[in-house]
């Protein structure tokens, strides 16, 4: 079972802490994602190194990819779905924080 976050005290902690807290709550998407979706393929814990060894390319695809399994957990839902995945990559380069809201807010949705 996945975790409600409050997406305004994510942000504020994100920033009180310097972008600390926004570690954390890259981890913890990655994990909540994989669980909705059912797809295991990456760890939270890898997600993040990896992100950093290739700085920050790795974090391009994963957004887009962090798109693709909501929309595979929606479709598995009856929920209609968009093509989540471009929407992502497009604001994690403008924002990466914004997009961790939005997917935060998706995720929120499906643990109602």
Do not use: H
């Not at 310097?18 to 990655?30: N, S």
């Not at 929920?79 to 380069?93: D, R």
Request: with cysteine.
């Amino acid at each position: 079972m996945i975790k409600e976050r409050n997406i305004a005290l994510s942000i504020i902690f994100s920033l009180i802490t310097c972008g600390i807290y926004g570690i954390y709550w890259f981890i913890c998407l990655t994990n909540d994602v994989n669980e909705v979706s059912g797809d295991y393929s990456i760890s939270g814990v890898l997600a993040f190194i990896l992100t950093i060894v290739t700085c920050g390319i790795y974090g391009l695809y994963w957004a887009y990819k962090m798109g693709d399994k909501l929309d595979i957990a929606k479709q598995n839902r009856g929920i209609p779905a968009s093509n989540g995945g471009i929407l992502y990559l497009i604001v994690y380069m403008l924002a990466g924080i914004i997009a961790y809201a939005l997917i935060q807010n998706e995720l929120n949705k499906l643990a109602a």
